[in-house]
């Protein structure tokens, strides 16, 4: 029995029929495509994937022109690393990063796609299943389980009519799988979060914002006001003088005097000596009165 490695090498050489077959026997899963397109024939499509013999060679008895659909991530079988190329793009300065990097060069077999990008084909790590993704922004994308390839001889027909064939470039020595996550997080590094803004909320010490805040209040509800902005000082452990400074200036624009403004800032240090264990939204909800 030939080796999955051995079935693609030969594919290139057989019709698409004979190659499918091929494949089968190497205990890789296909499953029927639209002649010179990428979507599947069958009902289940790549769930449809199988390298039952029979069945295989009923497909293509059916549609001997389908192209081959290569279920990607199963044991024995490949994981596929699709460097994409579009008028948009090209995915080889990734693929330049990655080699530089040594995540890519244990591939087992280089396919070229019809685009003039390549497909570099890895051993799965038995160990454990690697997940399909893609990165468009790079034009890279990785087909691992849950995902699959068009293998040679199949060919796609371009919009002059024109066929446009998969074939292989090399077979590979060092065959190793690839670590897709690690080449991921290369090619597509995780953002930094944003430091998070300081709180919005009143915390005693934006003494500025106190101030503004209080030199805003209508009448009718200026001294209360102070005597809440000042608890919130108190509270941060702002000493009075400086709260006085900050906060006796703005109540002072309101309109408030200057003995008012001393006997509130007062009785507010006084209360919160007292009482630290009262709650500031408690305060806070008598300004909306």
């Not at 494949?23 to 979507?39: D, H, L, N, Q, T």
């Not at 079988?77 to 948009?88: A, C, K, N, R």
């Not at 051993?123 to 890279?140: C, F, I, N, T, Y």
């Not at 995902?147 to 020595?173: C, F, K, M, N």
Request: aromatic residues 8%; positive net charge; hydrophobic residues 40%.
């Amino acid at each position: 029995m030939s080796t999955p490695v051995d079935a693609l090498a030969a594919a290139g050489t057989l019709s698409l029929p004979d190659a499918a077959m091929a494949y089968a026997r190497a205990s890789m899963a296909v499953f029927p495509c639209v002649p010179g397109e990428k979507r599947p024939l069958t009902e289940h499509g790549l769930t449809d994937a199988t390298a039952d013999p029979a069945r295989v060679a009923s497909w293509w008895r059916r549609w001997p022109q389908a192209n081959i659909g290569l279920a990607t991530g199963l044991p024995g079988g490949f994981d596929v690393l699709d460097i994409d190329v579009h008028p948009s793009g090209s995915g080889f300065p990734a693929l330049r990063r990655a080699r530089q990097a040594g995540l890519v060069d244990g591939w087992a077999v280089l396919i070229q796609s019809p685009s003039g990008g390549v497909h570099l084909y890895f051993a799965v790590d038995h160990g454990r299943e690697q997940r399909s993704w893609a990165l468009p922004k790079a034009h890279v994308d990785f087909r691992g389980a849950g995902g699959y390839v068009i293998a040679p001889p199949s060919y796609v027909v371009d919009g002059h009519g024109g066929r446009r064939g998969y074939r292989l470039v090399a077979t590979g020595r060092d065959r190793q799988p690839v670590e897709a996550e690690e080449l991921r997080r290369l090619l597509d590094p995780p953002r930094p979060r944003p430091a998070r803004r300081p709180a919005t909320a009143w915390d005693g010490r934006s003494g500025e914002r106190l101030g503004t805040w209080l030199a805003a209040q209508p009448e009718g509800n200026r001294n209360r006001a102070l005597f809440w902005a000042a608890c919130r000082q108190a509270e941060a452990g702002v000493p009075q003088d400086e709260a006085r400074f900050v906060l006796g200036s703005a109540a002072g624009r309101t309109g408030l005097g200057e003995r008012e403004i001393d006997a509130t800032l007062a009785s507010a240090y006084r209360t919160t000596a007292r009482q630290r264990d009262v709650p500031t939204a408690s305060m806070a909800g008598g300004l909306g009165r």
